[in-house]
């Protein structure tokens, strides 16, 4: 598994600690501690999550062993395809 997709997974779970815990009233010392540590936590991974994605780049951009260009990629609404994909799938690169 990518190292980009492990640190979202571990964002998304660090977003429902957080969740649970802000919602309390009264938290305890304790309770605010873990709020602190998890937001730490979550910044840290976010710049992990960027070099992740940066160094990722080349292995997403690579087609697999199976892949094969499908019958848009040769025909006369090529570049209306391509131009649709890129308007729902948007790059994951990042600037530096």
């Known amino acids: 598994m990518l190292d ?4 979202s997974r571990r964002q998304s779970e660090i977003r429902q600690s957080l969740a649970e815990l802000v919602n309390k009233e009264t938290p305890s010392d304790d309770e605010t501690s873990s709020m602190g540590d998890l937001d730490k936590e979550y910044r840290t991974n976010e710049t992990r ?3 992740a994605l940066v160094s990722e780049d080349d292995e997403r951009g690579k087609p697999g062993p199976s892949w094969k260009p499908g019958p848009a990629a040769n025909g006369p609404n090529w570049r209306a395809s391509s131009r649709c994909d890129r308007l729902r799938w948007p790059s994951m690169k990042v600037a530096p």
């Open 49 to 51: 999550f960027r070099a």
């Open 4 to 7: 980009s997709v492990k640190i």
